[in-house]
């Protein structure tokens, strides 16, 4: 056979080439090295450790107190404690036990405890192993002293165990009242809200010319006029309506073609007509209504009337002695204004208008609104957004299912939708007799099995079938209880709620968003000037 050419021989494969033999041996070299520190470090420690731990341990018989590895400031303060938590439990069994004495030191040692750590957070200086050893050598001795009284384990555990759960009936007691008080507060106008509503409640009775104006405007041809915009907004909160209206012209093209209905209550009448008769809206028509001038709303025409005026209701939210075993936000009282419920009588409180849009009054809007006015509703009543991609907006989570008349009518997994931004039609409203359908289930619910309390579940049974979707960016919610709502969905919204607690003329409101609706406030006005600076 003729053999190849030296140039074209295949060469001859080495297992391992040079240098992989290096690398091995710089790997094994640095290992070796790393156990050697690893080890030495090891003896420094315990060397390090062992005489501290000899040294306080040994007068300290409690576990894990002052040692090598938890002296800091805060591992003190820990023991300290953790001794107190022990020795308040020794407290109560010896107190049971008919051991007052013992009970008595106790006691006194736990407040020597108490006053050390005290002292310490509030010079905010840490605790000192000198400060700690003392008490926590005294308190550990009259511990040994309740164990060798035959306080046993077994005795403790069951004694901490009761008093836990008690004081988890506590916590949840507490839990519940201070959302029950949160709800109140945010129900409750603020000291300088009510100061301008007094100083223009006294401008409505000492000039006689901003009642004069009042009774022209009422017969004004704008309020009647359907080539216009309408909205409407029913509330009692002077600077949250301004706030909607100034929001509202401020995003408009043309604001001299938006008219504004505003219906609030007797108390607040006199001040409103002064607020927005006293002010510049750019030239849009405002009109101030007093719910207690509808004389056809009455109890033998609502049910809701007759419902509100009811004893038993109104005790639930104003009598003291309240059941806090009870949902807190159905005793919200907004659910017992008679203006929270006059969205279901916009077509006879605006009998002439064919289209409403529906504002509530912890709305802002970003955006120009006349738009929805040429929106298709497809023979529809009610314009919504729908909320039905948060789970709990779904029908079942706010009606009785178990009732034979709301499984055999309703979907529990249909849809739910907000109110707050809602488009109207007034016609199609009067065809199909909706106001009627919302007489029928608030006289099935005359006895609250159906659905607690609140607008929300009415609104659900009254327009199922009869609300057309819109697009989320007309009407984003949250804005008063979630503070992590993108900043993107809130840029592009045109109408963002201030739905929950968390209101923006409160204190408490969130800061992130009440620059949103901070800058639709006159703060230039003298009354707003005199009752913050008040």
């Known amino acids: 056979m003729r053999r190849r050419a030296a140039e074209f021989r295949r060469p001859v494969r080495r297992r391992f080439s040079n240098w992989i033999w290096i690398l091995l041996g710089l790997f094994s070299a640095a290992g070796l090295l790393l156990f050697v520190l690893h080890h030495n470090q090891n003896e420094d420690r315990l060397q390090h450790t062992s005489p501290v731990k000899d040294e306080i341990m040994e007068p300290v018989k409690v576990s894990r107190n002052v040692s090598g590895e938890t002296q800091t400031a805060t591992s003190f303060a820990r023991q300290l404690g953790e001794q107190m938590t022990l020795a308040k439990a020794y407290v109560i069994i010896a107190k049971e036990h008919n051991n007052l004495h013992l009970a008595w030191e106790l006691s006194s040692k736990i407040r020597s405890c108490q006053l050390l750590l005290s002292k310490a957070a509030m010079k905010d200086e840490p605790i000192t192993l000198a400060d700690a050893e003392p008490v926590i050598k005294s308190l550990s001795s009259l511990i040994f002293k309740a164990q060798d009284a035959h306080y046993d384990v077994a005795t403790t555990i069951m004694t901490m165990k009761s008093h836990i759960q008690a004081l988890e009936a506590r916590a949840n007691a507490a839990t519940i009242q201070s959302t029950l008080f949160g709800q109140l507060a945010a129900e409750a106008i603020p000291k300088n809200l009510h100061c301008l509503n007094v100083k223009l409640t006294a401008d409505w009775h000492k000039r006689p010319s901003l009642q004069e104006l009042a009774d022209e405007n009422r017969n004004s041809q704008r309020l009647v006029d359907n080539n216009l915009y309408h909205f409407c907004i029913f509330s009692d909160n002077i600077m949250a309506v301004s706030v909607v209206v100034n929001s509202t012209i401020s995003n408009a093209e043309h604001p001299k073609q938006l008219v504004f209905h505003i219906v609030t209550n007797g108390v607040m009448h006199g001040a409103m007509q002064a607020w927005f008769l006293s002010n510049d809206f750019k030239g849009s028509t405002v009109e101030i209504q007093n719910v207690e001038e509808f004389s056809w709303l009455n109890a033998s025409y609502a049910p809701v009337v007759k419902q509100l005026l009811d004893a038993d209701s109104r005790s639930y939210y104003f009598d003291g002695s309240q059941d806090l075993k009870g949902e807190p936000k159905l005793r919200n009282p907004?659910?017992?204004?008679?203006?929270?419920?006059?969205?279901?009588?916009?077509?006879?409180?605006?009998?002439?208008?064919?289209?409403?849009?529906?504002?509530?009054?912890?709305?802002?809007?970003?955006?120009?609104?006349?738009?929805?006015?040429?929106?298709?509703?497809?023979?529809?009543?009610?314009?919504?957004?729908?909320?039905?991609?948060?789970?709990?907006?779904?029908?079942?989570?706010?009606?009785?299912?178990?009732?034979?008349?709301?499984?055999?009518?309703?979907?529990?997994?249909?849809?739910?939708?907000?109110?707050?931004?809602?488009?109207?039609?007034?016609?199609?409203?009067?065809?199909?007799?909706?106001?009627?359908?919302?007489?029928?289930?608030?006289?099935?619910?005359?006895?609250?099995?159906?659905?607690?309390?609140?607008?929300?579940?009415?609104?659900?049974?009254?327009?199922?079938?009869?609300?057309?979707?819109?697009?989320?960016?007309?009407?984003?919610?949250?804005?008063g209880y979630d503070v992590n709502i993108d900043n993107r969905l809130i840029e592009s919204a045109a109408v963002i709620h201030f739905n929950g607690n968390l209101k923006p003329w409160l204190k408490f409101s969130v800061a992130r968003y009440k620059p949103l609706w901070a800058r639709y406030v006159n703060h230039s006005h003298p009354y707003l000037q005199d009752c913050v600076t008040s």
């Open 334 to 479: 907004k659910h017992i204004s008679l203006l929270n419920h006059l969205r279901f009588y916009v077509p006879e409180i605006f009998p002439q208008l064919e289209k409403i849009v529906f504002l509530d009054d912890d709305v802002v809007v970003q955006k120009e609104l006349t738009p929805l006015f040429s929106l298709d509703l497809h023979g529809n009543v009610n314009g919504a957004v729908e909320t039905c991609l948060e789970a709990f907006h779904r029908y079942y989570k706010f009606l009785n299912f178990s009732n034979p008349i709301i499984s055999s009518k309703f979907d529990p997994q249909a849809c739910g939708w907000a109110f707050g931004m809602n488009v109207f039609d007034l016609v199609a409203w009067r065809k199909k007799n909706v106001t009627e359908r919302y007489h029928y289930w608030q006289e099935q619910n005359a006895d609250g099995t159906i659905w607690k309390l609140g607008t929300l579940p009415a609104g659900f049974l009254t327009f199922y079938g009869l609300t057309e979707p819109l697009d989320r960016r007309w009407h984003v919610l949250g804005l």
